[in-house]
Antibody, heavy 118, light 106 residues
Framework: EVQLVESGGGLVQPGGSLRLSCAAS????????MSWVRQAPGKGLEWVAN????????YYVDSVKGRFTISRDNAKNSLYLQMNSLRAEDTAVYYC???????????WGRGTLVTVSS | SYELTQPPSVSVSPGQTARITCSGD??????AYWYQQKPGQAPVLVIY???ERPSGIPERFSGSSSGTTVTLTISGVQAEDEADYYC?????????FGGGTKLTVL
């Protein structure tokens, strides 16, 4: 079965760190661009970051540059998002998402909730 | 970065046609994609490359493009189509979503 499963979300204090993981199965993970997309409670979708198949290119939305780092381990079919210096406005459901050509998203995980609060 | 603008809400009666627009300066140069999201669920791709429909998406969903505006059209709207709809585009460095449109089926 083709699927993405996120994990690692939880409650963290402002200024803290969290590492999200996304386990991929059922497709050739190493051939796909991968992205993180988030959705704050009651708000719209926001693309956060993406990473090329071999990890050589990474791009971020301006609001997370310098704080978040996207990475992948093709041997483990896994995608990661290291989140540092977390702020209340980072509170959201974080989705792992992809597609064969990487320009859009036709495969999504169920998401993991990150809550930044004291 | 660039922006995509959608109306916050659209309302239609069952059986009517719903049209949801998305505007952005980059759209003449980049494809647009559309997603449906129901409460508590992950988004689902309903249109890709402006007007292509993925397998499994009903034929009543269609997409079109004209200049800086793309349009998602749902013909013969059904109650189950009530959801939030998002447009999305991309360039070589990132991806961007519109603010979303809540479709209400009266």
């Amino acid at each position: 079965e083709v699927q993405l499963v996120e994990s690692g979300g939880g409650l963290v204090q402002p200024g803290g760190s969290l590492r999200l993981s996304c386990a991929a199965s059922g497709f050739t993970f190493s051939s796909y661009w991968m992205s993180w997309v988030r959705q704050a409670p009651g708000k719209g979708l926001e693309w956060v970051a993406n990473i090329k198949q071999d990890g050589s290119e990474k791009y971020y939305v301006d609001s997370v540059k310098g704080r978040f780092t996207i990475s992948r381990d093709n041997a483990k079919n896994s995608l990661y998002l290291q989140m540092n210096s977390l702020r209340a406005e980072d509170t959201a459901v974080y989705y792992c998402a992809t597609s064969e050509d990487g320009w859009y998203f036709d495969l999504w995980g169920r998401g993991t909730l990150v809550t930044v609060s004291s | 970065s660039y922006e995509l603008t959608q109306p916050p809400s659209v309302s239609v009666s069952p059986g009517q046609t719903a049209r949801i627009t998305c505007s952005g300066d980059a759209l003449p140069k980049q494809y647009a994609y559309w997603y449906q999201q129901k409460p508590g669920q992950a988004p689902v791709l309903v249109i890709y490359k402006d007007s292509e429909r993925p397998s499994g998406i009903p034929e009543r969903f269609s997409g079109s493009s004209s200049g800086t505006t793309v349009t998602l059209t749902i013909s013969g709207v059904q109650a189950e189509d009530e959801a939030d709809y998002y447009c999305q585009s991309a360039d070589s460095t990132g991806r961007v979503f519109g603010g979303g449109t809540k479709l209400t089926v009266l």
